[in-house]
């Protein structure tokens, strides 16, 4: 099964761009939509859009279209996403996850990437 | 947006007890709803998919029920180990979203 290993935490700028990796192992990479979750501290779950890592075509939560860019690069089983024009209620772990099969939940999860902002 | 709800927020419960928790949507989800459990500073785990098919090394005394609107987890016999915060979340329409939680305490 697939492992998801993602890059380290980030402090930033209010105002500066973030991204963050999620390098797949163990599995093809490019046969599952690849998602990406967000938590604030001390609040719930988040959804923000997926990749398709085959076609590399995306859907994005409308609250984050515009901001929000999800990338990928095959030959190294990475997929990326960028958040732009941080803000400090964007200060939350980061998560990517893998959906095996379509509708049936994310079944494969990164560890978390804790982005923080602050000026 | 569909709006999932779930109740109750915080359940304190014992070891050896039952427990429900309730997620309810704002709009009929198909069964695409997938129960996750959360431990403190770890990423969640996938318990519960389609509303009740148990996901693969899941322990049977988890289970989910429900259709159309309401859904439930149940924990049949809580262990030591289940002490965590649950969340559901609709796979029907984007975006897809999660319930607010249920943190599972002593």
């Known amino acids: 099964q697939v492992q998801l290993v993602q890059s380290g935490a980030e402090v930033k700028k209010p105002g500066a761009s973030v991204k963050v990796s999620c390098k797949a192992s163990g599995d093809t990479f490019t046969g599952y939509y690849l998602h990406w979750v967000r938590q604030a501290p001390g609040q719930g779950l988040e959804w923000m859009g997926w990749?398709?890592?085959?076609?590399?075509?995306?859907n994005y939560a409308q609250k984050f279209q515009g901001r929000v860019t999800m990338t990928r690069d095959t030959s190294i089983s990475t997929a990326y996403m960028e958040l732009s024009r941080l803000r400090s209620d964007d200060t939350a772990v980061y998560y990517c996850a893998e959906e095996t099969v379509t509708n049936e939940g994310m079944d494969v999860w990164g560890q978390g990437t804790t982005v923080a902002v602050s000026s | 947006d569909i709006q999932l709800t779930q109740s109750p927020s915080f359940l304190s419960a014992s070891v050896g007890d039952r427990v429900t928790i309730t997620c309810r949507a704002s709009?009929?989800?198909?069964?695409?709803l997938a129960w996750y459990q959360q431990k403190p500073g770890k990423a969640p785990k996938l318990l519960i998919y389609a509303a009740s098919t148990l996901q693969s090394g899941v322990p049977s005394r988890f289970s989910g029920s429900g259709s159309g609107t309401e859904f439930t987890l149940t924990i049949s016999s809580l262990q030591p180990e289940d002490f965590a915060t649950y969340y559901c979340q609709q796979l029907n329409s984007y975006p897809f979203t999660f319930g607010q939680g249920t943190k599972l305490e002593i």
């Open positions: 709009q009929g989800i198909n069964n695409y």
């Open positions: 990749i398709n890592p085959n076609s590399g075509g995306t």
